[in-house]
């Protein structure tokens, strides 16, 4: 059984019956009351009543702490406003609302200088909070139950900025946090134009997804305006996205619905750095430089780095070995990234670099051109690895006209 209204086993009917009775204290204060919203709880947690429970109660802490009951009146900060991308525009042939994020443009770094992470979380619940309540006005006005939205993502652009490690972090709470309040809240996610590093981007993401969750992520191929018609009537999809949709004003992007990003101006930036944690620390001595070795196995692969100087700047480059097993002078390297002198004393630095070609590569902090002062230098690397099963999946896709589901384990 499916474990929704209409479809219950005796067990989980008397689960149902059981969680009602153990929530009796703040049924009042709940969003909804009926069986459809209990059980998605239910459901989230495999009818385990214990955990459904401690969820729903945590939610509710959530809600206050968000201030729920009114944060449809809370306006964001202007910078948030202004340069956080996607909306609702649209719904599908079902009558749930369409929700679409642009990923390309969003200036993540813009963004987390400019505005507090409180404040973004704080955003997206309230874009949560609105969908609800949009599946609850599509409920009354079509006569029957809607209580999921399908996403649509456009991966165009996405690159190696959106890889910023303090990014992905913020954009890792902003995932859980729709799982832990949204639960069974997604009908299927749709990705349209997903570019070579999306396995990676996805890789470092998918974590923080229910299994249940993954499983609605689909990829679709060079033939996904056809797919999107499928499941959305062409006259609820922007023009942009294959659709007849447009603006009052004839915009084929809908931008009064959905905000398509863009670079934030750097006078909204309240700080030039985030706190950063380092695993390693060395000193660099005068007139030489210290190499740190990385093995990659296969193309495709993302180096990222952090790191900080004290008291001046470094010089910093990557190189690939061509021989393997002893130390190599950067001349006698191929170098993939320009060495250049850093002021990572004022800013610290972060960086990513993808790995075309299999080999050893060499991350070298350059000192040598210092003749009186050694460089203490705080760094932190990492391997990105593509997620094997996307990574498949997009190379199948090819320009082959097909949709591929994301239904793996982690």
């Not at 939205?149 to 709470?173: F, I, N, Q, R, S």
């Not at 944690?277 to 180096?303: A, D, K, M, W």
């Not at 990513?352 to 210092?370: A, E, K, W």
Request: with cysteine; hydrophobic share 35%.
């Amino acid at each position: 059984m499916s474990g929704r209204v209409g479809d219950l086993s005796p067990r989980q009917a008397e689960a149902l019956a059981q969680f009602r009775e153990k929530l009796q204290d703040v049924l009042p204060s709940l969003p909804s009351q009926d069986d459809y919203f209990l059980l998605k709880w239910l459901r989230a947690r495999c009818f385990d009543l214990p955990k459904s429970e401690a969820m729903l109660r945590k939610h509710l802490e959530v809600r206050k702490y968000m201030d729920a009951d009114n944060i449809l009146t809370w306006e964001a900060p202007e910078v948030i406003r202004k340069y956080m991308s996607g909306g609702m525009c649209g719904y599908d042939r079902e009558g749930s609302p369409i929700w679409y994020d642009i990923i390309g443009p969003l200036d993540a770094k813009g963004l987390l200088f400019s505005a507090s992470k409180q404040d973004l979380l704080k955003n997206k619940f309230r874009d949560c909070e609105m969908l609800r309540h949009e599946c609850e006005q599509q409920s009354q006005k079509l006569g029957k139950k809607i209580e999921m939205v399908l996403m649509v993502y456009d991966c165009e652009g996405l690159g190696l900025k959106h890889l910023w490690k303090p990014a992905v972090d913020t954009y890792g709470e902003l995932l859980s946090m729709f799982e832990e309040n949204y639960p069974e809240s997604l009908k299927r996610l749709f990705i349209v134009k997903a570019p070579k590093i999306f396995p990676v981007a996805y890789n470092l993401v998918k974590h923080f997804l229910s299994e249940d969750t993954r499983k609605k992520v689909v990829v679709l191929g060079s033939n996904w305006k056809e797919v999107l018609q499928k499941y959305i009537d062409p006259a609820q999809i922007p023009v942009e996205y294959g659709g007849t949709l447009t603006d009052p004003n004839g915009d084929p992007k809908c931008s009064s619905k959905i905000n398509y990003g863009g670079d934030v101006p750097q006078h909204y930036y309240v700080r030039d750095q985030l706190a950063q944690q380092y695993e390693h620390t060395v000193v660099v001595n005068r007139g030489s430089s210290h190499q740190v070795e990385y093995e990659i196995l296969f193309p495709g692969c993302v180096l990222r780095w952090q790191f900080r100087s004290e008291g001046s700047d470094v010089g910093f480059g990557v190189y690939l070995k061509t021989k393997i097993g002893e130390r190599q002078r950067a001349g006698d390297m191929t170098e993939v990234y320009p060495t250049q002198r850093y002021n990572s004393h004022l800013v610290p630095e972060d960086g990513s670099l993808t790995c075309s070609t299999p080999g050893i590569y060499v991350l070298r902090f350059d000192n040598t051109y210092s003749y009186l002062h050694a460089k203490k230098v705080s760094y932190s690397v990492e391997v990105l690895l593509p997620d094997t099963a996307s990574a498949q999946q997009i190379q199948k896709l090819g320009d082959k006209l097909s949709e591929v589901a994301l239904n793996h384990s982690p």
